[in-house]
């Protein structure tokens, strides 16, 4: 394939002038120990996931034929969505997109409306499903949060559309430390970036990045120079959190105890096959059952398959192995919950 030729040398020439240029990564005095000297950050438990070339080649070389699937859309309703100031309500987008509305209050998280998830238009990986909601049917969205810079969470095609659609009303952004200029650099206004634990008020919500297991790259010369993060958004009567991109690691309990528990916790369950690779920056379902556990969700919502081709697992077997996760953890099924693209779901919080 002709995105798989393309990505090889990117990243081969990215190997050698990361090679050619590396300075020590330590860490800073002074600063929380994920900011390292050399500019970049680590995640919590000190790795940078940044795998050797070879470790690529192998994985594409022994790569399954994935077969592509367009799952079915579900029926929504957009002028009820937009009209909408009293119900809570969730909506899966697709991937990692949702339209989350609570109390009048209209959300996205990591919005991608997209025909690919790539830095280029002719290449890399197409859409299998087209959004479960057009842009254009939106409600006027208030707040936004994006994860981190991979193509499939941030997409600059939708961030230019979503900047030009509320010129009078802009919604406020949300992106992990030293995102902002990205933003900048596009016009965009009413850019937050925040650390790991900080946390900005929206109105009546509280909002805080906190860490996941990742990485960020959107070039070959920027490999974890921009921090990423899960999000939680919480207000007096309904907390929720949205964790990205994210390896199995000790970062959700930490979530939980410090802000948990939650009323809706969005958990990626797809882009773990295989393991040898993927598990650091991508968990598996089962390993996406213990998060929820972790973070003391009274509801998860699976995200992050189904949507764009990215790894090795047939786009359906993500579902499927979240259901024999569930029963053999003996978590109740409608605990972690699988929405079609473009379902909305009401939502009920604690009180
Ligand atoms: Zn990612
Ligand atoms: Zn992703």
Redesign the pocket.
């Known amino acids: 394939m002709r995105w798989i030729v393309l990505v090889l040398v990117v990243v081969a020439v990215a190997a050698c002038a990361s090679l050619l240029g590396r300075k020590p990564s330590e860490p800073v005095d002074g600063k929380p120990a994920h900011h390292r000297s050399d500019g970049r950050f680590v995640n919590t438990d000190g790795v940078a996931i940044n795998k050797p070339f070879s470790a690529l080649l192998k994985w594409r070389w022994n790569a399954p034929d994935v077969k592509p699937l367009a799952l079915p859309l579900a029926d929504n309703d957009p002028d009820y969505l937009r009209e909408n100031r009293s119900d809570s309500t969730l909506t899966w987008i697709g991937h990692s997109a949702f339209l989350l509305q609570h109390r009048g209050v209209n959300v996205l998280t990591d919005p991608h409306f997209g025909e690919r998830a790539s830095p280029v238009s002719f290449a890399g990986p197409k859409r299998l499903v087209p959004p479960g909601l057009e842009l254009d049917a939106l409600p006027d969205i208030d707040f936004i949060v994006i994860?981190?810079n991979?193509y499939?969470?941030l997409d600059r095609y939708t961030v230019e559309a979503l900047r030009d659609k509320q010129t009078d009303n802009p919604p406020t952004w949300f992106v992990p430390l030293g995102q902002k200029a990205w933003f900048d650099d596009l016009g965009v206004s009413s850019v937050v970036e925040l650390d790991w634990w900080q946390s900005a008020p929206f109105g009546e919500w509280e909002i805080t990045a906190v860490p996941v297991h990742?990485?960020?790259s959107r070039s070959p010369f920027d490999r974890n120079t921009v921090l990423?993060a899960g999000w939680v958004m919480a207000s007096d009567d309904f907390r929720f959190v949205h964790i990205?991109?994210s390896g199995y690691s000790a970062d959700f309990k930490a979530i939980g105890d410090r802000l948990g528990p939650f009323d809706v916790a969005a958990v990626p369950i797809g882009a773990y096959l295989p393991r040898w690779f993927m598990k650091a920056?991508?968990m598996d379902p089962a390993e996406a059952v213990q998060v929820h556990r972790d973070l003391r969700a009274t509801q998860s919502v699976a995200m992050h398959w189904g949507t764009f081709m990215l790894t090795d697992e047939p786009v359906d077997d993500p579902p499927k192995r979240l259901a024999a996760a569930l029963a053999e953890a003996g978590v109740d099924a409608e605990e972690f919950v699988v929405m079609q693209h473009g379902e909305t779901r009401p939502l009920t919080s604690a009180d």
């Open positions: 994860s981190h991979h499939d969470h990742h990485w960020t990423w990205g991109d920056a991508h």
